[in-house]
């Protein structure tokens, strides 16, 4: 199932291309902030709900929406912002955050080293440690 909130520009098909062949769910147009939409879209039969859109507050409101009026046990946030993680903590959803992932990848791989490093990325590494 695909639900786009405003101005995003697509699920699996991204940049309003259209999805993959393989795709097997169907799309509701209309706001995914919208607990009318997330009704039409079936929220309330779902086991899971992921909010991957491009916009941070719209994630984070549909992860609440999920969260505090739907129930459900398993949802997921996408935050490029980590400081947003909470404003859904202690409603038990998990965040996402890609560049905290790249930087876990890029210490794990060795690429970038926690002591000594220097450089803003280092700091922001150190920051998150």
Same mark, same amino acid.
């Given at each position: 199932? #695909?639900? $786009? =909130? /405003?101005g995003?520009?697509?699920? /699996?098909? $991204?940049?309003g291309? @259209? %999805?993959a062949?393989?795709?097997?769910?169907?799309?509701?147009?209309?706001? =995914?902030?919208? %607990?009318?939409?997330?009704?039409?879209?079936? *929220?309330?039969?779902?086991?899971?709900?992921a =909010?991957?859109? &491009? !916009?941070? !507050?719209? !994630?984070?409101? *549909?992860a609440?929406?999920a969260?505090?009026? +739907?129930?459900?046990? #398993?949802?997921?946030?996408?935050?490029e912002d /980590?400081?947003?993680? +909470?404003?859904? &903590?202690g409603?038990?959803?998990?965040? *996402?955050? %890609? =560049?905290?992932?790249?930087? #876990? &990848?890029? +210490?794990?791989?060795?690429?970038?080293?926690?002591?000594?490093?220097?450089? @803003?990325?280092? $700091?922001?590494? &150190?920051? $998150?440690?």
């Amino acid at each position: 199932m #695909q639900v $786009r =909130a /405003p101005g995003d520009r697509g699920g /699996p098909g $991204r940049g309003g291309l @259209p %999805p993959a062949a393989d795709f097997s769910g169907f799309e509701v147009q209309g706001d =995914a902030t919208d %607990p009318d939409v997330l009704e039409a879209a079936g *929220i309330g039969r779902a086991a899971l709900l992921a =909010a991957v859109t &491009e !916009n941070d !507050n719209v !994630n984070c409101m *549909i992860a609440q929406i999920a969260a505090r009026l +739907y129930g459900l046990g #398993q949802v997921y946030a996408r935050f490029e912002d /980590p400081e947003l993680e +909470y404003l859904v &903590e202690g409603l038990g959803v998990h965040v *996402i955050c %890609p =560049a905290e992932l790249s930087l #876990q &990848e890029f +210490y794990r791989s060795g690429l970038l080293a926690r002591e000594g490093a220097e450089g @803003p990325l280092a $700091r922001w590494g &150190e920051e $998150r440690a």
